[in-house]
């Protein structure tokens, strides 16, 4: 029989996966001897069974819980149910990778009408007892029955207003026991039957109810946005009560061992005295800085910092960690490897490598590749004369522009259309996911830098400003007020999540500058990648970016985004709309130093690293107006003969080289005497790659090199260029040995590759279908943005394999936009291809990632623990 519940005390060897995050750091925690309180975790297995089995218990679940209850008992000296003297449980989720608030708590299981009575006598503290059992009424409610917790919350508020309290902590006992009823009454007329009093029931409906959070739409959500499978399951721990709420010597924080947002060191947090874990992460309460602790909770406090550092030695990574003040006696709740923004997570590593915590290859193998896009986030302008209408806490950096919105749905619905929207709410909840991922920013009136809109801001790489207090929200006129102003929904509003300065309208925004941190894990990924990393780019000024991002080349120059230049526009229609071939030339002859011109510039901005220059590519009719605004009939008539049913499978890329060599002879000719004059100009030879798009026959191939060499060799400048072809159709794929033949490179273009693998037209695909077959689980990836292994991938491993079968010293890359996704990047270093593309911005992502994969190759690891 399997085994699908064990003690805090025996599962510190037992892992995360089966144990949950949670559940393995308070196993371990046991083990070093941090003061935890007493429980049990119900494994991962056991939820995993519980959903395959159409949501029912393992069969022998219950005994295994009574059997660990009963030990929980003895070790507390309590009973479970007593109405003397109860022992009280929370019950909480833990998946094996942190979803922070995507799952479900319950806090005081246990009590009913007879033990809150007990409680209040055996703590001589009616308030505390009152207030755990309103609380666990309202928790219980949302999270098993499904009562919407703004009915509760209305109640509270309105009891509030009656007795003219402005904190919870102001009500007193009378009033949390009038509380009680209110709660109970509407728990009754939403659930359908009366709140239940049997704490063993209440135990397995709690236990089912956090099984079934796995799959709420929230986690859904979350874990799609965050590449987590959907088969992990997640633990429950079923955890002895230790109370903040008991008085002024009590009390509950979230902490960090370093700041999340810049990763400086020294303890960081928020904490509340005489409250309850939920009231600092949910933002009911405005929690105080973790340092004023000292003054109020001196013992505990110091404990505290002790108790912090062995926890980041013993995991060798900052932690995020919950704790709660009994009397004045301290107990952590969770540790987990803290959620950090890019440049925190950066400074911790770097400064990890240099304590001599980690290694640099445990350094480089941590930070999340996609992370490093919030380095490249925007900024408010240091010049921009603004002037801030309200401030809040600076909860994650960055800065947003955008059209206020004031709820989730919304803000997802204008995002997808590609509108810039900053959601504003009172605070956000874990149902609000699906708009915080398309929303640009997040500005909350209430909740302080540990609640649920910053830590989810953070780890998405979002600006935040939390807890604004000179903003007010009207839901039902759709407006806002900032310090007094009233603005609209829709209207523009700009946050900056590095000062917490909100601002009414547009300010202008400054890409951020790479720090010393950056350089210097992305020079040690450099050491141990094997990848090397180039860069899509059309001008001098992409090249020059992308070199400083650290690309090794041009993987991708697309010659056509020259033609669409407003001064060379009517030269390239001249082209197209000749009536013979002579015409063709002299219109080509006009653009010939144009091009020239633009390779000119790349090549010095490149000088001694490979560039590749694609050939024209797209169908001649894109570079014409619609035929309904042509000058001429005559013009008219050419268009529309130039167009085609399915211009994408038409006369494009190579099939245009055959059908008009003359196009292709005056590219050749223009890269030809663009690296002669910039040799002749700067003594650095540029390295030259030719490459022929869309060809599907070794013929096409074949033909197309003989004009090369050909041309090139007309102009006897003595330029060394290498001649390939661009693997965008599985038939260059199967064939790839016969078209190995004439190349002597290949670049994937995975773009047009997958769309003529997987049969999809891109901008129908995720116009129309392509988000249902991902919310549908489908599809798990957008293919267009990770690589479809099993279907492109495999097409990718059998050209490689037969190219290199006829040349082994081919040259392979990628230049679709996989080549900066991480996912995509392992793959191709696992092909062996010497090298990834992708956008200028992208690259040192890339960088990272090839190094990770290599990493991984090598069997080195993050060493990242914690739950």
């Known amino acids: 029989m399997n085994t699908h519940v064990y003690d805090f005390s025996e599962g510190a060897e037992l892992g995360r996966e089966l144990l949950g995050g949670k559940g393995a750091g308070l196993a371990q925690m046991t083990a070093i001897g941090i003061p935890v309180p007493a429980g049990f975790t119900v494994t991962t297995a056991a939820c995993i069974e519980y959903m395959q089995n159409g949501r029912k218990l393992p069969s022998s679940l219950q005994d295994e819980i009574a059997t660990h209850l009963e030990a929980l008992e003895n070790a507390a000296g309590k009973r479970f149910g007593d109405t003397e003297d109860p022992l009280l449980v929370s019950v909480r989720s833990g998946a094996a990778v942190s979803m922070p608030g995507m799952m479900d708590t319950i806090l005081n299981l246990g009590l009913n009408d007879q033990a809150v009575e007990g409680l209040a006598r055996a703590t001589e503290n009616d308030r505390f007892a009152w207030d755990a059992y309103r609380r666990l009424i309202q928790m219980y409610g949302n999270v098993v029955e499904g009562v919407d917790a703004q009915e509760f919350e209305h109640a509270l508020a309105a009891l509030k207003e009656d007795k003219g309290a402005r904190d919870d902590v102001e009500l007193e006992a009378g009033d949390l026991r009038e509380l009680v009823e209110r709660f109970k009454k509407i728990y009754e007329a939403e659930a359908g039957n009366p709140f239940p009093q049997d704490p063993r029931v209440q135990l397995e409906r709690a236990v089912r109810a956090v099984f079934d959070s796995w799959d709420t739409p929230r986690a859904q959500v979350y874990r799609r946005a965050n590449g987590i499978p959907d088969d992990l399951g997640t633990a429950v721990n079923v955890v002895q009560m230790v109370f903040g709420n008991k008085g002024e010597d009590s009390g509950t924080g979230v902490a960090f061992t370093r700041d999340p947002s810049t990763g400086d060191q020294g303890l960081w947090g928020e904490f509340l005295t005489n409250a309850q874990g939920e009231d600092v992460v949910a933002g009911i309460r405005t929690p105080q800085p973790i340092a004023r602790m000292k003054e109020q909770l001196p013992e505990a406090f110091e404990q505290l910092l002790e108790t912090m550092q062995r926890l980041e030695e013993h995991y060798r990574d900052m932690q995020d960690i919950e704790f709660t003040v009994e009397d004045g006696r301290l107990y952590l709740l969770q540790t987990r490897s803290g959620k950090r923004t890019a440049a925190a997570a950066l400074k911790i590593a770097v400064e990890m490598v240099e304590e001599g915590l980690i290694s640099r290859e445990e350094a480089v193998a941590r930070i999340d590749p996609k992370q490093l896009d919030q380095l490249l986030h925007p900024m408010i302008d240091p010049r921009a004369d603004y002037e801030a209408a309200a401030k809040g806490l600076n909860a994650s950096p960055g800065a947003a522009t955008g059209k206020v919105v004031l709820d989730a749905d919304t803000a997802e619905a204008l995002g997808k259309k590609g509108e810039d929207v900053i959601l504003v709410r009172w605070e956000t909840t874990p149902d609000d996911i699906h708009g915080l991922l398309e929303a640009r920013g997040i500005l909350t009136a209430q909740g302080g830098m540990t609640s649920h809109a910053a830590v989810v801001a953070r780890g998405m790489g979002k600006p935040c400003v939390a807890g604004c207090e000179g903003l007010s929200i009207d839901l039902n006129a759709r407006t806002i007020a900032l310090g007094g102003r009233e603005i609209g929904e829709g209207d523009l509003i700009t946050i900056d999540g590095g000062t917490g300065e909100v601002i009414v309208g547009e300010v202008n925004l400054v890409p951020p500058r790479i720090n010393e941190d950056f350089e210097l894990l992305l020079g040690w990924a450099d050491e141990v990648r094997r990848l090397k990393v180039r860069a899509n780019a059309d001008t001098p000024q992409d090249a020059a970016k992308a070199r400083e991002f650290g690309a090794q080349g041009i993987g991708l120059c697309r010659t056509e985004h020259m033609f669409m230049a407003e001064d060379r526009l009517p030269v390239v229609r001249a082209m197209i709309l000749a009536s013979g071939e002579d015409e063709r030339r002299a219109a080509l002859e006009k653009l010939l130093p144009l091009q020239q011109e633009d390779f000119e510039g790349i090549f010095e901005a490149m000088a ?21 605004e042509a000058d001429s009939p005559e013009m008219r008539r050419r268009i529309r003969s130039l167009q085609e049913a399915n211009p994408m499978l038409g006369t494009r890329g190579c099939r245009l080289g055959l059908l008009f060599p003359e196009i292709y002879e005056m590219q050749v000719r223009a ?23 869309l060809v599907g026959f070794a013929e096409e191939l074949h033909r197309l090199r003989d004009l090369t060499v050909r041309t090139a060799a007309e102009e006897d400048d003595g330029v060394d260029y290498l001649c390939g072809t661009m693997i965008e159709l599985p038939r260059a794929c199967v064939r790839a040995d016969e078209i190995a033949e004439h190349a002597d490179f290949f670049s994937f273009g995975t773009n047009d590759l997958t769309q003529t693998t997987l049969g999809f037209s891109r901008d129908d695909a995720e116009g129309k279908f392509l988000t249902h077959y991902i919310d549908e689980r489908i599809l798990e990836d957008n293919p267009f943005e990770t690589l479809d292994q099993s279907g492109v991938g495999e097409l990718m491993s059998m050209a490689v394999e037969r190219a290199r079968s006829v040349k082994e010293d081919i040259k392979l890359g990628i230049c679709g936009e996989h080549g900066g996704d991480p996912a995509s990047v392992a793959f191709c270093h696992v092909l062996g291809l010497h090298y990834v593309s992708c956008s200028p911005y992208r690259v040192p992502l890339a960088r990272l990632a090839a190094a990770q994969a290599a990493l991984a190759e090598a069997g080195v690891g993050a060493g990242q623990a914690g739950g």
């Not at 560039?611 to 169908?619: E, G, K, M, S």
């Not at 040799?679 to 030879?685: I, S």
């Open 608 to 628: 001694g690293l490979p560039v590749t220059i694609r050939l024209l590519d797209p169908p001649l009719h894109e570079f014409l107006p619609p035929p309904d």
């Open 671 to 693: 890269v030809i005497r663009a690296a002669a004059a910039v040799e002749e100009r700067t003594g650095n030879a540029p390295l030259v790659e030719i490459m022929h798009p």
